[in-house]
């Protein structure tokens, strides 16, 4: 739901606040009061303890009691939290409460520390702090709730600290019906649990379970229905991320006194009446008509947008206002008011030019799962309109701002049931989706003939329906300065080096938005270092950004998905000749998206075409395996590689690209043979058997060495496997140069490159092995790897570049510089030769390392 978001608002109502919270403080106190006397009994086993592991923040709660009348509208809160350490001291100090004082009344019973068999009384002393809680003023909204805070002094490690309270009244809106929800979940142990429910049997109520919630223990005591519950379910903090904002799977139940939607509607008619409009409201409604000119059609579009866009969103929602509007005029003459605010004003002046107009609850969080729950008013959090013209029904929230377009392009929001308040009503209605927006994206990039030429990106974006009115109001609140470096920053770290080529040009005919963005890509062609070909990556990011990605097969809750959702997205490719393309369509459908993958090519164009829509505003739970499954083969095809040597046919190389056998078999090949070769060389000594010294164990500067040989074959086997030789494509490519002189000696070049790289691969592991096992022949192979490296480096360098014109810096810090192995071999050689410790340490020979 939108809301205006500037400070101005805030400001303008300011002086209001202040105003309503110096009466309301100056009239507020923490009070005192012995302990009801209409309490059951209850005695808690205060010798328990929890798992000692369980425990955080330093302390735990040795009970939580909460008892509450109806009758007496009370409801009585016992705690004793156990202090454990340090950090429960810092954690477990302070006592707040939350309560409203418009109608409901605070007062304490106890407040007591026990420590060392003593009880040390805080509650004449304590020093309360009221303090204005309102955690929803960031949106606009003023509650009035308060909470009362203590912090407690002189507390210790070890103490018990035990508080009591009871919060009486309630909110005079509900006429005195029940109407709760009471949970059994905790993240901390609770070592005593008790919960009751305490009614007249005259009172008619039911109860709702929800996730294996335990059926409450009914008694009777002093002619009153007594429900009690005894387990609390301590659950592990969860991780799951994507969770759709309805789920929840807390062991709950629902106490409610309603018996039907009826009943609610009947009460929501009570506190919703739509008096008479007064004399300005009158004008208001006589100058619309007369701009609408007897079109009710015109009428109905200019009153929305009076409502959404002049009277500002802002909810002073104290007492029984939290579910009663104020009365059309007065929102009309202070410009503000909340979402039933809006709706009562928007259904008045509709209904006064003859519009079946009728005020909706719905809830924005649990949407459709409303129908799950007991009638209760307080199963929504939001009003809204259906009206009723011409024979079509329209949603209408009076809380957007931005809407624009006309009725027929009007997108049903994604609330999914509604409770209308008529005298007719006796059920939820559902709200049927018709109409939905969409958004189409064209991101067009020119290709350089040169590498040392500029491409270019334009990229124009077509919002449709409410995926306008989102952009509008998105376009509205950010200065255009600040939304053309959001975007340029988007498109940098897709694409690196790039720059605004002309400024953001938006135009806006009603219900549809258009956004043209213009670029310049520097460097866009990257240059491979082996195979000199250059190499540009497209990224359907807008499409790979609406994905929920998800990898656990296993998981048990719920994936949300962006619904209604509609993208119709396409990179097309300018490119400087014309290219190869082979790419597999990809459609996928089931019950809860639809996506499809087409490529093509006309020319020197190539397009990359994705459209992904959902149907359901989640995943459910069976069907997340195959979810993962169409996940990868959507991410599988969100990259496409185009690879172009100036002077060659150019080749394309998606995620997955075609193997060169040939290299793959001679590579695993030589590696057994290599393996071999490690072997034999492993049974040979320095030292004679039958004279081993003793070895001391590996430390000192050798820990350094230790290092780098772990993880030495990893480097080596990753320079391994990125070899272009194992690319088909490439194979074929070098075939096809003319420029590179005789074929077969370029090939067999790139394959003792293959084969030797592999000989240091397995020379790499030998030495590790040497190394831990301490044997006398490793100072030798090390030096020996070091020379073989420094060689087959400098020799690969200078053929590389006579045959493919390939120049890289010489520093250390490239894997193909002769300086790193003859740094390495210029640090570790003469230690290996002049230190003890490494002369003690390499002195194992074959026979006694095997015999040991």
Not at 70 to 75: A, D
Not at 274 to 293: F, H, R, V, Y
Not at 669 to 677: E, H, K, M, Q
Request: glycine fraction near 4%; charged fraction near 20%.
């Amino acid at each position: 739901m939108m809301r205006p978001n500037t400070a101005l608002a805030l400001k303008s109502i300011l002086s209001i606040l202040l105003m309503i919270s110096f009466f309301i403080a100056s009239a507020q106190k923490v009070n005192t009061s012995p302990t009801p006397a209409w309490l059951v009994p209850y005695s808690p086993d205060l010798t328990k303890k929890p798992n000692a592991k369980n425990i955080s923040d330093g302390y735990y709660l040795l009970l939580l009691e909460e008892q509450r009348q109806v009758e007496l509208k009370s409801t009585y809160q016992h705690f004793i939290r156990q202090i454990v350490s340090e950090a429960g001291i810092q954690n477990g100090s302070e006592i707040s409460v939350d309560y409203d004082p418009q109608y409901e009344k605070l007062s304490f019973h106890k407040i007591v520390i026990h420590r060392d068999g003593k009880e040390i009384n805080r509650l004449p002393d304590a020093a309360f702090k009221l303090l204005q809680k309102e955690q929803d003023l960031s949106r606009f909204i003023y509650s009035g709730i308060y909470t009362a805070w203590l912090v407690l002094e002189d507390v210790r490690k070890g103490d018990q600290i035990e508080y009591a309270y009871s919060i009486t009244g309630d909110n005079p809106i509900f006429n005195g019906k029940l109407d709760s929800r009471i949970y059994f979940v905790a993240y901390e142990p609770i070592v005593n649990y008790y919960k009751n429910l305490i009614v007249s049997p005259q009172r008619p109520i039911r109860f709702k379970l929800y996730n294996n919630a335990t059926t409450p223990v009914q008694k009777n005591r002093n002619g009153l229905n007594v429900y009690e519950w005894s387990h609390v379910e301590v659950l592990e903090p969860e991780n799951n991320n994507y969770v759709p904002s309805w789920y929840n799977p807390f062991a709950r139940v629902q106490v409610s006194q309603y018996s039907s939607w009826k009943e609610v509607a009947d009460w929501a008619r009570k506190i919703n009446t739509m008096p008479s409009p007064g004399p300005a409201l009158t004008q208001k409604i006589a100058a619309l008509k007369k701009a609408a000119k007897g079109n009710k059609n015109t009428y109905l579009l200019q009153t929305l947008r009076f409502v959404q866009d002049d009277i500002r969103y802002m909810g002073i929602e104290m007492g029984e206002y939290s579910h009663r509007p104020n009365v059309p005029d007065r929102v009309l003459t202070q410009r503000f008011g909340d979402c039933k605010d809006k709706a009562l004003l928007l259904c008045t002046m509709l209904r006064a030019n003859g519009i079946t107009a009728n005020m909706a609850y719905v809830n924005t969080d649990n949407k459709g799962t409303v129908t799950d729950a007991l009638p209760s008013p307080n199963a929504f959090n939001h009003a809204i309109v259906q009206v009723i013209l011409d024979n079509k029904t329209y949603w209408l929230d009076g809380t957007l701002s931005y809407q624009r377009g006309t009725l027929a392009d009007f997108c049903e929001p994604d609330y999914q049931q509604a409770l209308v308040i008529t005298d007719t009503t006796t059920q939820l209605t559902p709200i049927i989706p018709t109409t939905r927006g969409s958004i189409v994206v064209r991101e067009t990039f020119t290709l350089p003939d040169n590498e040392n030429k500029d491409g270019s990106l334009q990229v124009q974006t077509a919002y449709h329906r409410d995926a306008a009115d989102a952009q509008r109001a998105d376009l509205a609140g950010t200065s255009m300065k600040d939304k053309e470096k959001s975007y340029l920053n988007y498109y940098k770290k897709l694409y690196g080096d790039v720059a605004i080529r002309d400024s953001i040009n938006t135009q806006d005919s009603g219900n549809v938005i258009h956004i043209r963005e213009s670029y310049l890509i520097h460097n866009l062609w990257k240059r491979d270092s082996v195979s000199n070909k250059l190499l540009f990556s497209t990224n359907a990011q807008s499409f790979y950004d609406v994905l929920s990605f998800v990898s656990d097969d296993k998981r048990k809750v719920p994936v949300t998905l962006r619904y209604p959702y509609d993208l119709d997205y396409q990179l097309i490719l300018l490119t400087p000749i014309e290219w190869s393309l082979d790419q597999t369509p990809v459609h996928i459908q089931n019950d809860y998206y639809t996506f499809d993958y087409t490529a093509s090519k006309r020319g020197n164009v190539v397009t990359l075409s994705y459209r992904f829509k959902t149907f359901s505003d989640h995943v459910p739970v069976k069907f997340i395996p195959q979810y993962i499954k169409d996940l990868k083969r959507m991410n599988e095809i969100t990259s496409l590689d185009l690879t172009w040597k100036p002077d060659l046919t150019p080749i394309h190389s998606p995620r997955g690209v075609r193997g060169n056998w040939l290299a793959i078999i001679l590579a695993l090949l030589f590696a057994g043979v290599f393996a071999y070769l490690a072997t034999v060389y492993y049974k040979h000594s320095v030292t004679p058997p039958h004279e081993v010294p003793s070895a001391i164990p590996i430390g000192g500067g050798l820990a350094l060495l230790a290092i780098g040989l772990i993880f030495s074959p990893m480097g080596e086997l990753m320079a391994v496997c990125k070899m272009t030789v194992f690319d088909y494509s490439s194979w074929i490519e070098v075939s096809a140069r003319k420029d590179l002189g005789n074929i077969t000696l370029v090939q067999l070049f790139l394959m003792m490159e293959m084969i030797i790289s592999v000989f240091l691969l397995a020379y790499s592991v030998l030495l590790a092995v040497l190394f831990f096992n301490r044997r006398d022949t490793f100072p030798f192979a090390l030096a020996t790897y070091y020379f073989i490296s420094t060689i087959f480096i400098y020799a690969d360098n200078t053929i590389s570049n006579y045959y493919f014109h390939t120049h890289q810096p010489e520093t250390i810090f490239s894997m193909n510089s002769i300086l790193w192995p003859l740094l390495r071999m210029a640090i570790w050689v003469p230690y290996l030769l002049t230190s003890e410790r490494a002369k003690t340490t390499f002195v194992v020979p074959y026979q006694a390392e095997r015999e040991s």
